[in-house]
């Protein structure tokens, strides 16, 4: 409705007093050490990574379940393309973007880990430092599967493999803040 009759209100429409626009620089890699973040000559000020948040506690992934694996983020390196390493500030979104294309990002590349079964072999790279495995999350059923097949008229069986699963988006679509 408001929107197809020119009345809807954007995010990207609102434009309040000193108000700035972010841009952010992401991976182009799916596993790798940051190595270095080179700013810009004369912009460092509008350019800021974890290193700069050094009083911001990392954002850290938790669970109410006791089995799940609690991470950092951000750890000193990158476990997905896409993943953000830096914002850029600015006057206005075009300002914040050509500012985010000049940042240079010196990444260590790492093996990448791009399927969940190889992914939970010995020896595998380990997305997680810290983890002994790359599994974050496991369940279980505490009955006895067996039995109940056995007295079971039919079974079947089969094997299900599901795309990859993200609690966590980027960031949100669009955030105003005064």
Request: proline share 5%; hydrophobic share 45%.
């Amino acid at each position: 409705g408001r929107a197809l009759h020119l009345r809807g209100e954007f995010v990207g429409d609102i434009r309040l007093d000193r108000m700035m626009e972010a841009a952010f620089v992401r991976s182009p890699l799916a596993h790798a050490r940051i190595v270095t973040i080179r700013k810009p000559e004369g912009a460092e000020d509008h350019v800021f990574t974890s290193v700069d948040l050094s009083d911001v506690k990392p954002i850290r992934a938790i669970s109410t379940s006791p089995v799940y694996k609690p991470s950092d983020w951000p750890e000193g390196k990158v476990r997905f393309v896409g993943e953000c390493v830096a914002v850029c500030i600015a006057g206005t979104r075009a300002e914040a973007e050509d500012l985010a294309q000049r940042v240079e990002l010196d990444l260590e590349e790492l093996p990448a880990v791009t399927d969940m079964l190889t992914a939970r072999e010995a020896d595998t790279p380990l997305v997680h430092d810290e983890w002994a495995d790359n599994i974050a999350f496991e369940t279980a059923r505490d009955d006895d599967i067996e039995s109940v097949a056995t007295r079971a008229a039919v079974m079947v069986r089969r094997e299900f493999r599901t795309a990859r699963q993200a609690m966590v988006p980027m960031e949100g679509k669009g955030v105003v803040a005064r």
